[in-house]
């Protein structure tokens, strides 16, 4: 046998599981978890709600799904593929299929699970640093971009807060997080250009001035490494 063709060869040749990403928003795509997912050889599929790409038949077709952030609210019924998405995420648990939710794709999880999600007093915009209980999961500082929160569900185990209230849980392999690990400056960008009404200088300033490189860089460290936790169970609930 020739070097390079032996079993290791084939087993880096082999494609990773295969990962279902569903894209809310036309300007919240996957960032980061884009790179992570092309780096690791894992084959993607995008889904575009956005451009009215409808749900997939079953979860079972996929090995993860990762469902992203939105503008919309996961606890009114408006948008108009939100009643299928809960159905989705719902056979995606009953099927096994790891699924983690960010941000409003946690929401949508904490709601499938029967949890309660709620508007916040004020909105968290900005970086936020988690009080982090599983050594998985780092403490920030991490981009966020919510008005919305989630109460912890029924047999999950809370993996994160801080002092605006819950950051992460995780129910089997399942994991919802309130902050954004895949948003990469620009895409963070794109959201303060387009906030209404006009966000201040006070909350765009540590986001994407001069001194916001460093935390840019943190944060996108951080990425894989999460996403590398969930999709192996290292923060799976126990």
């Given at each position: 046998m020739s070097a390079g063709t032996g079993p290791a060869r084939l087993a880096r040749c082999r494609p990773g599981p295969r990962l279902l990403v569903v894209e809310h928003d036309d300007d919240a795509p996957a960032g980061l978890l884009e790179s992570w997912a092309a780096a690791a050889g894992m084959p993607v599929t995008a889904l575009a709600l956005h451009a009215g790409q409808p749900f997939p038949a079953a979860a079972s077709g996929f090995d993860a799904v990762v469902l992203l952030g939105s503008g919309h609210t996961a606890f009114e019924d408006r948008a108009p593929w939100l009643a299928a998405e809960l159905a989705f995420t719902d056979a995606a648990l009953s099927e096994s299929v790891p699924v983690l939710g960010i941000c409003f794709g946690a929401q949508v999880l904490a709601r499938v699970l029967g949890a309660r999600v709620y508007r916040l007093t004020a909105p968290e915009i900005g970086w936020a640093g988690i009080r982090s209980r599983n050594p998985a999961l780092p403490a920030g500082p991490w981009a966020t971009w919510h008005r919305d929160a989630f109460e912890l569900p029924a047999?999950?185990?809370?993996?994160?807060?801080?002092?605006?209230?819950?950051?992460?849980?995780?129910?089997?392999?399942?994991?919802?997080?309130?902050?954004?690990?895949?948003?990469?400056?620009?895409?963070?960008?794109?959201?303060?250009?387009?906030?209404?009404?006009?966000?201040?200088?006070?909350?765009?300033?540590?986001?994407?001035?001069?001194?916001?490189?460093v935390n840019w860089k943190v944060a996108a460290g951080h990425a894989p490494r999460m996403f590398s936790a969930w999709l192996a169970g290292d923060l799976a609930a126990r």
């Open positions: 047999g999950a185990v809370a993996l994160a807060d801080n002092d605006a209230g819950l950051q992460a849980f995780a129910i089997g392999p399942h994991c919802g997080v309130q902050f954004h690990p895949e948003v990469t400056r620009p895409i963070m960008a794109g959201w303060v250009a387009g906030a209404r009404p006009p966000l201040s200088p006070a909350t765009t300033g540590p986001l994407l001035g001069e001194d916001a490189e």
